[in-house]
């Protein structure tokens, strides 16, 4: 008999939901040249490796060489004609690092976090596919990291999403799990031995234990490579109820959370604007993009909002609200 539990609408994600997300929203792109609307066209663009030309060698000319691949400084070293040659970058990789900690099994509407979290994931593995490019990715959780190789194939995106459903659905109320926080910090080393240069990195957290290593992380993997955070969060991290308590739900176990007192409220309200603060300033700092994703908005509509063109006017996934809050 299937677990109930996992089939609860925004609690967790199932390998079909996944796969869906292949037809949805094609505009919607990580990668460069984007659309005049998207928040990765204007100031990042300039910045943004796109595919191109690669050096090759530089050798003697020969007839029918276009003069402009002349290079006057070895020619006039060596005083007899030589050209730069090139060849077409075929293709580029992207290494989707994906976050699916107890930090991430939060909602308070629409979704959790770790299932807005894995629709975003989805959505850019199957359109870097559709491009024709290389995709991988670093799956992780408190206890595990799951790397799958960047390929250009349809069953590397489908490792890739068996991998998100399976960490997915591990999370729960009452399933042992510890939150560790630095295993962030351990899946972005991971990727930065994976991606040397000239690859699309992409970082679909909450970015919970975000410190100055992490920032160290991302800015020496920003200096050869296009990296992109998109930092998921639910809007009620940062603005709490006035009652003195609130029920939180896995869809199945539920347990209650005090945070009526102004002690107890301030902290958490201090820990999320901090941790929001220092990575939207990773923009400025680093030259980083750093895309907001509402856990309570439907992701593909942000997703097409932010990076594939302006909105069309139809119903939003996330008109209703529920009741109850959901934390693991």
């Not at 807005?116 to 024709?132: N, P, Y």
């Not at 595990?144 to 490792?159: C, H």
Request: with cysteine; net charge neutral; aromatic share 4%.
């Amino acid at each position: 008999m299937a677990d109930v539990t996992h089939s609860v609408p925004g609690v967790y994600v199932d390998l079909e939901d996944l796969i869906a997300l292949e037809h949805r929203d094609r505009r919607v792109s990580f990668l460069p040249r984007q659309p005049v609307h998207s928040l990765l066209s204007g100031r990042f663009a300039s910045r943004m490796r796109g595919r191109g030309l690669n050096f090759e060698e530089i050798r003697d000319y020969r007839a029918g060489d276009d003069v402009r691949s002349i290079d006057w400084k070895v020619t006039a070293r060596l005083r007899k004609p030589h050209v730069r040659v090139f060849n077409e970058e075929r293709d580029r990789q992207t290494i989707l690092i994906v976050d699916q900690r107890l930090s991430m099994f939060f909602g308070s509407r629409l979704a959790m976090k770790s299932v807005a979290g894995a629709q975003a994931a989805a959505i850019g593995a199957w359109r870097v596919l559709s491009v024709g490019d290389r995709v991988g990715a670093i799956v992780f959780n408190d206890r595990d990291l799951v790397e799958v190789a960047p390929r250009r194939s349809r069953a590397t995106v489908l490792q890739i999403l068996c991998a998100i459903v399976a960490q997915n659905q591990a999370l729960g109320v009452g399933r042992d799990i510890v939150s560790a926080p630095d295993r962030l910090n351990a899946a972005l080393a991971r990727a930065e031995r994976r991606a040397l240069h000239d690859a699309v990195v992409v970082i679909v957290s909450d970015f919970d234990g975000a410190d100055d290593a992490t920032r160290k992380l991302v800015g020496a993997m920003s200096q050869h490579n296009d990296v992109v955070a998109a930092l998921v969060h639910d809007p009620l991290q940062s603005d709490l109820p006035p009652s003195a308590s609130m029920t939180v739900t896995d869809g199945e176990l539920q347990i209650r959370l005090e945070v009526g007192r102004d002690s107890v409220r301030k902290r958490i309200l201090q820990a999320t604007e901090e941790r929001l603060r220092s990575v939207f300033a990773w923009t400025p700092e680093l030259g980083i993009p750093v895309l907001p994703l509402s856990a309570a908005e439907d992701i593909a509509m942000q997703l097409r909002h932010l990076l594939g063109g302006p909105p069309q006017h139809h119903g939003r996934g996330g008109g209703h609200s529920r009741t109850e809050a959901s934390l693991g």
